[in-house]
């Protein structure tokens, strides 16, 4: 029987996604899932409709175990699934409204820019608090990161948690349908290799059938019925690199210098049609909404009203296949989140990549790429040169850091002043102090801890 601790399960949908995604392999129907969340009345309900869903399915063996207790959650486990967003929406408003008193707009603001490096900031001491308790409680398990910004906050684990750790992301999946909707080819029949930084990975191989196709995508997109009134920015940047990132076009605008500018053209590169086209706090505004939608959802599913997850739809999501292909030895080829360790060759080792990496019983293997167009590696140059002075930052508490971390961000340079950098850092450091424990008099600090070197769970 396994046991999984969900640390964050709050997360009412994406809770419930992981939990029928496991229940597709038949092995795992008697798996012990720990729900551990601070707020009380999201677990409860998240934990209701869990049950709820399994037993509608006739999932009868599954054991839900709800906690406010993370150290409960986590012993023995043999795996810790990480959903938390670290200060909800309260901390998560002072993110994009801070920086937009000084003309940053962001669209989303949990990977790179001020709301990317302060999401950073708090949610790599609770990361650490979790890695503590796997170290004393759980020591051979495997730390699946969902939490945001997946580059910085792998990156500060692997520094100074002293676990296993991946992150996860579904960037490459949709990139890879989308790629293929724009060519009209089936999905399965379109190779692809992609890499990059999460947020930023680049499909720098795509053949159908053996044939190159990387020189027939731009015409694909610009003649698409759609899909250039949805994703102008990404076209654009597909236009003048030759490739194409996986991210929305909302999500890539914001890690760039040339699109979110207050500027005549701005508008001609963000669809505002919906959030995720580049809409400035358009995710914020979804956030909020999203939380009205299941509460108001919630008596529904619960009476029928609306089907929950039926047994055997399995999403694209690569948690489930990680532990399935580490379980029963069936191999799984996902992109994930992992050390660079001379894999990307114009990448600074130790630097946080996002490549294709192969699943069985032994292990998670990554594969070689070496270098990426340059283009592509310039960008994830400056991203990383960031993220390595953020994640300083959140270790050591380190305030100057923080600022030059901001300074150095692609959107934040092209906007503001040296003065404005200081003053807005300043500004949200005092707004976010009630998570920020190496800022705000705890004075929190963190070492490096030596990576585990065994290999029963991860080669990662």
């Not at 399915?57 to 709800?66: I, S, Y």
């Not at 580059?151 to 790629?179: D, F, K, P, S, Y």
């Not at 086209?277 to 108001?296: F, I, P, Q, S, W």
């Amino acid at each position: 029987m396994l046991k999984i601790a969900m640390i964050g399960a709050g997360s009412i949908g994406f809770t419930r996604r992981l939990i029928m995604d496991l229940m597709a392999v038949p092995e795992f129907r008697d798996t012990e899932f720990r729900l551990m969340d601070i707020d009380k009345e999201n677990l409860d309900m998240v934990t209701t409709l869990s049950r709820h869903m399994l037993d509608i399915n006739g999932l009868k063996a599954v054991t839900l175990v709800p906690t406010l207790d993370q150290r409960e959650a986590i012993k023995d486990a043999d795996y810790v699934i990480c959903l938390a967003r670290v200060g909800g929406l309260e901390a998560y408003r002072h993110d994009i409204e801070i920086p937009l008193k000084y003309g940053v707009e962001q669209c989303v603001g949990d990977t790179l820019g001020p709301g990317g490096i302060f999401f950073a900031l708090r949610t790599i001491p609770v990361l650490l608090d979790i890695a503590r308790d796997m170290r004393e409680l759980a020591p051979d398990a495997l730390l699946l990161n969902y939490s945001n910004p997946m580059a910085m906050n792998t990156w500060a684990v692997r520094r100074a948690g002293g676990v296993r750790v991946v992150g996860l992301c579904h960037g490459v999946q949709h990139g890879h349908e989308q790629i293929a909707e724009a060519l009209g080819l089936p999905q399965e029949e379109l190779d692809q290799v992609c890499a990059g930084i999460n947020h930023q990975t680049w499909f720098v191989k795509l053949t159908h059938k053996g044939q190159d196709m990387l020189p027939r995508l731009l015409e694909a997109f610009e003649n698409h019925p759609t899909l250039p009134q949805t994703e102008p920015c990404r076209i654009d940047v597909l236009r003048r690199f030759g490739y194409y990132s996986t991210e929305s076009n909302g999500h890539l605008s914001e890690y760039l210098p040339w699109y979110r500018k207050k500027s005549a053209d701005m508008d001609k590169w963000i669809n505002d049609k919906e959030w995720i086209g580049g809409v400035t706090a358009g995710y914020l505004e979804h956030c909020r909404t999203r939380l009205e939608d299941y509460k108001a959802m919630y008596p529904k599913w619960l009476n029928g009203e609306l089907e929950s997850i039926p047994l055997g739809q399995r999403s694209e999501e690569h948690g489930s296949y990680i532990i399935e292909a580490l379980e029963t030895g069936r191999v799984y080829r996902g992109n994930f989140n992992i050390e660079n360790k001379g894999l990307i060759t114009n990448l600074p080792d130790h630097s946080t990549i996002e490549i294709p990496c192969y699943v069985d019983r032994n292990g998670i293997a990554p594969t070689w790429i070496g270098d990426l167009p340059l283009a592509c590696a310039a960008t994830c140059r400056a991203s990383i040169s960031v993220q390595e002075m953020a994640v300083e930052a959140a270790l050591t508490g380190n305030r100057e850091l923080v600022k030059q971390a901001v300074l150095h961000d692609p959107l934040t340079a092209a906007i503001c002043s040296t003065e404005q950098v200081w003053s807005m850092v300043d500004e949200m450091l005092d707004a976010l102090a009630p998570w920020l424990p190496q800022f705000n008099g705890e004075n929190r600090t963190w070492a490096d801890l030596p990576q585990p070197q065994t290999l029963n769970k991860s080669f990662v």
